[in-house]
């Protein structure tokens, strides 16, 4: 009788410490999808003189434009882009990486055709080159050199590990302010509205997961 009351007990106590286990455990948050526009990327010489100038700064987890020395993803100054993590390339002006942000370039898809991260593509950047390629057909533009006319490679995405080890997929739209369609780009356009950056982009907001 004695041991028959033990194991009642104990089963008990087992299935109370499951459920409240279960009960516990956070529900996983959704995975947003946005659209960053007009994310002005300036900077200082090219047209074969020395570029240097600030990076615009970048931080998935709110969607927007940060000055924080810490708290940032990806960073943009013209066509070149970086990342929060690895070590300094050797680009002027580049800010110091504190996080463990690392990518890479998925090519001939589309932003809904990544659904999950190939973590053995991810790198950093370094003083060996950046996570994503910079240099017309190497990375995720093409330019024209008698149009002058920046264009996203149509298929290519751009996959991110963020600084505190959540994912990101993004798709960069157009490389001009108010993103106007190829056909509408004037020489002014080019010239004068230049190094504004709009992509549509999905956070993975939930630690470890790599899918989207």
């Not at 529900?27 to 960053?36: D, Q, R």
């Not at 066509?79 to 993590?85: H, Q």
């Not at 017309?136 to 995405?157: A, L």
């Amino acid at each position: 009788m004695r041991t028959t009351v033990l194991l009642g007990m104990l089963l008990l106590f087992v299935g109370v410490t499951s459920c409240s286990s279960d009960d516990d455990a956070a529900p996983l948050m959704e995975v947003e999808s946005s659209k960053a526009s007009n994310i002005h990327a300036p900077q200082q010489g090219g047209q074969g003189k020395p570029v240097s100038g600030p990076f615009t700064k970048f931080d998935f987890k709110t969607g927007k434009i940060t000055t924080s020395d810490q708290e940032w993803d990806i960073a943009f100054r013209g066509t070149t882009i970086i990342v929060n993590g690895g070590a300094p390339s050797g680009t002027t002006d580049e800010p110091a990486r504190s996080g463990e942000a690392a990518a890479y370039i998925t090519s001939g898809t589309s932003l809904a055709g990544v659904t999950s991260v190939d973590t053995s593509k991810l790198t950093q950047d370094g003083a060996d080159g950046l996570a994503i390629s910079t240099g017309s057909g190497e990375g995720w533009y093409t330019y024209d050199s008698t149009t002058h006319i920046v264009s996203p490679v149509v298929g290519k995405v751009l996959v991110v590990k963020t600084r505190d080890g959540r994912y990101a997929k993004l798709e960069i739209l157009s490389y001009y302010k108010d993103a106007p369609a190829p056909a509408d780009l004037t020489q002014e356009i080019i010239l004068g509205s230049s190094r504004y950056y709009t992509f549509n982009y999905v956070y993975q907001p939930n630690d470890g997961v790599t899918t989207f």
